[in-house]
């Protein structure tokens, strides 16, 4: 039998034992459900009794008040229910039957309790039929007693018989499991056992065999795979006593390939012949490539593993004036005829190319035979053949000393830019220096004679802590001309300190200038030291000073004549000995006679007046500036910087320019960032011009131009080509003169 036939027996057996293990499992818990079936009825019965007693005593509770007709449909219902019990337990059938009879009994007495109540009447009920029926109801209650004592026993016995199942059940299902498992397990090592032994017959057998032993038999009696498998060893046996026997067929055998090996031989010799025509064609290749590369302009050769020369190309000579031949002699005279200053860079590149076998390209200096110096360009790579064995380096060489030459004299030509524009930047730094006049006015671009006298005026008064009043339009450089005040003067070394007095609320410009004190005023948190305190030592601007209320105007006064000043909300006076330089773009003294500036503080302020000319009545300035803002905001932008035409600029002089500087920069600004030429074409705004005899005033005028510019950008107040931009005033300002000047947008329809 085979072991497979015997595998699949045992096998077969195991899931024979099972199957009967679910069989066995499957009929105990079919066995289980009836039992829970039958224990499901009992609990029914149970019910009946309880319904029974509990419409006993709804009976004696509510006999009269309920037609009889109701207790009788009631009481059928429970004795259809009864009828119904279908119980499945042969051996617990006596207690059943028993219960059954007592559910009827109760039953009985429950109808004879219902009819004693039809024949008693329904009216009036006597004491003797009271107490018959209390005695009917208490027989009911003693039955019902009985009754659930037997269907309590009844239960405890069929859950009694539920677990015995359960037990058995599981008993007898992991026996026959343990069973089909050992009994594979025994298969399967008596079949191994027996194929261990005929495997050990069949080692000592080929070992016999591998000694010369032809004589050994194997048991062959078996019908498995292993006797199979020994038949087909003693077969092998036999055939190779047949083979050791045919002699004669073998030597047969060799005289029919000597005659195979005669006829390759003779189709081998053909073959050779074939490849002496391919090598001459090989050859033919060879001489046809080679005339190429001698005529190639640049220098090649193929150096190999011992640096001797396989090739190289008679351009060698036109470039190094040395012959293949002196080449071929001297396999270092490339080496030797390399410049010394290039020499070290030569074998660093050869050493690499050596190490890492991997293309290289450099640049050196060759002095040819004739002693002139040529510029060549090596390029190289490493040569290998099909199965990548290193074989050298393939190089070329070429002249490039033409291109090295125009390298050179490129080179030369941009340090002579260079130089040139280090030249320029230095006359151009010259000639700012030169209007600048004597001293270094930062940002005061400019060499018109008006402009020139205010520089004088600020070289006058600079050394002196004079106080001092510079008038004049909006953007024409008030600020700029203050900082150069301090700066000339001894207080240099201090930082200035700016007041706008514009932007300020009225109700915050006390506390700015003079300082205030913790809990001055609603909001005042913390101790402020005022801009007069911070100034000491130094010098304060204060810009726009036309607009200080009137109520301040007298503190200011004091500060003026004394240095004196009180914090809000401290009546300790301190002391500043700041130098006050004053701003504004208002005519005081029209402000005096109109009653909005104090005359005291007036005379107190023009001991020394500087008036800023406006740009139009300095139009020569216009192209330094025009082209001083352009080099200054280009560089910001990152922008190169636009060429102006000289139209441009004589439109630039013939424009009025009311913003002055700051218009003019800000224009700049606007024409480099919306600019798409390289050339500026800008056409300023066209202002009409108003008859000579309706001349408003100043203010009238300032709020006519601010009113128009609004309206030009949609009263756009702050951000990219607002008002503000273009007026060159700070958003903040511009919003404190609006307010001032009474403008508002409704006023503007």
């Not at 009481?75 to 279908?86: D, P, Q, S, W, Y």
């Not at 030169?434 to 005026?457: A, D, P, R, T």
């Amino acid at each position: 039998m085979k072991i497979s036939t015997k595998l699949r027996i045992g096998y077969l057996f195991s899931a024979f034992i099972v199957i009967l293990a679910g069989v066995i499992i499957y009929i105990s818990f079919k066995q289980m459900h009836i039992t829970g079936i039958n224990l499901k009825l009992v609990g029914t019965l149970e019910q009946n009794v309880f319904e029974l007693n509990i419409l006993g005593d709804e009976y004696l509770l509510y006999r009269e008040k309920r037609p009889k007709i109701q207790w009788q449909i009631k009481h059928k219902a429970l004795g259809r229910h009864l009828e119904e019990v279908n119980f499945h337990d042969p051996d617990n059938q006596s207690l059943l039957n028993e219960i059954i009879e007592n559910l009827r009994l109760i039953s009985t007495v429950f109808s004879d309790l219902v009819s004693s109540h039809s024949v008693s009447g329904d009216i009036f009920e006597s004491e003797l039929l009271r107490q018959k029926q209390n005695r009917l109801k208490s027989r009911m209650l003693l039955e019902s007693q009985k009754v659930l004592v037997t269907i309590t026993q009844l239960k405890n016995q069929i859950a009694d018989e539920l677990f015995s199942i359960q037990k058995y059940t599981n008993w007898i299902s992991l026996t026959l499991i343990m069973a089909a498992a050992l009994f594979s397990l025994l298969i399967e090592f008596l079949i191994s056992r027996s194929i261990i032994s005929s495997i050990k017959d069949l080692v000592r057998g080929t070992e016999k065999i591998s000694s010369g032993n032809l004589e050994f038999r194997l048991k062959t009696d078996r019908s498995d795979e292993i006797g199979k498998l020994s038949r087909s060893f003693d077969q092998m046996i036999k055939n190779l006593k047949k083979v050791m026997v045919s002699r004669d067929e073998l030597e047969r055998r060799v005289k029919e390939r000597t005659a195979e090996l005669t006829t390759s031989n003779r189709q081998l010799t053909s073959e050779i012949k074939e490849r002496k025509q391919t090598e001459e064609k090989l050859k033919a290749t060879e001489l046809k490539y080679r005339t190429v590369a001698d005529f190639n302009y640049d220098w090649e050769y193929w150096s190999n593993i011992e640096d001797s020369l396989e090739y190289i190309s008679p351009s060698c000579e036109r470039i190094s004036g040395y012959s293949v031949q002196d080449f071929r002699e001297n396999p270092a005279l490339l080496h030797e005829i390399i410049v010394p200053e290039d020499k070290k860079s030569w074998d660093t590149h050869a050493l690499k190319c050596e190490k890492e076998l991997t293309p290289g390209e450099i640049h050196f200096q060759i002095q040819r035979k004739d002693g002139e110096f040529r510029w060549i360009e090596h390029l190289c790579q490493p040569v290998t053949d099909s199965q990548g064995t290193f074989l050298g380096f393939r190089a070329s060489n070429r002249d490039i000393t033409a291109r090295k030459q125009a390298e050179l004299e490129l080179q030369r030509a941009y340090n002579e830019i260079l130089s040139l524009k280090e030249q320029l930047e230095a006359e151009s730094s010259y000639l700012q220096e030169e209007i600048k006049l004597e001293h270094n006015f930062e940002n005061i671009i400019g060499q018109s004679e008006e402009l020139k006298y205010v520089l004088y005026q600020v070289e006058q008064v600079a050394a002196t802590d004079s106080s001092v009043l510079i008038m004049g339009d909006t953007g024409t450089g008030k600020e700029l001309v203050a900082r150069a005040i301090h700066k000339l003067s001894p207080r240099s070394n201090r930082v200035i300190v700016k007041v706008n007095c514009a932007t300020l609320p009225a109700e915050l410009i006390e506390s700015e200038l003079f300082g205030r004190e913790k809990g001055a005023f609603t909001g005042a948190t913390t101790t402020q030291i005022g801009r007069f305190e911070l100034a000491r030592g130094s010098t304060i601007l204060l810009d726009e000073i036309g607009e200080l209320p009137l109520a301040l105007q007298a503190k200011l006064l004091r500060v003026y004549e004394s240095g004196e000043f009180e914090r809000l909300g401290s009546p300790k006076s301190r002391h500043s000995d700041a130098r006050i330089i004053a701003a504004t773009n208002r005519d005081l003294e029209e402000e005096v006679r109109q009653g909005r500036f104090r005359e005291d503080l007036w005379y107190r302020l023009k001991v020394f007046t500087v008036t800023m000319p406006a740009l139009r009545q300095r139009k020569s300035d216009i192209p330094l500036l025009t082209s001083w803002f352009m080099d200054q905001l280009s560089r910001e932008m990152g922008k190169p910087p636009i060429e102006i035409s000289n139209h441009t600029i004589q439109t630039f002089q013939d424009y009025p320019w009311p913003g002055n500087v700051r218009e003019l920069k800000n224009m700049i600004e606007n024409a480099l960032i919306t600019g798409r030429f390289d050339k500026l074409k800008y056409e300023p705004p066209v202002i009409p011009d108003t008859p000579v005899g309706n001349f408003k005033s100043l203010e009238d005028m300032e709020r006519d131009y601010i009113l128009l510019v609004l309206k030009a950008k949609n009263w756009k107040i702050q951000g990219t080509n607002s008002a503000s931009s273009v007026l060159g005033m700070n958003p903040n300002t511009l919003r404190a003169r609006i307010k001032k000047l009474g403008i508002k947008k409704l006023s503007a329809k």
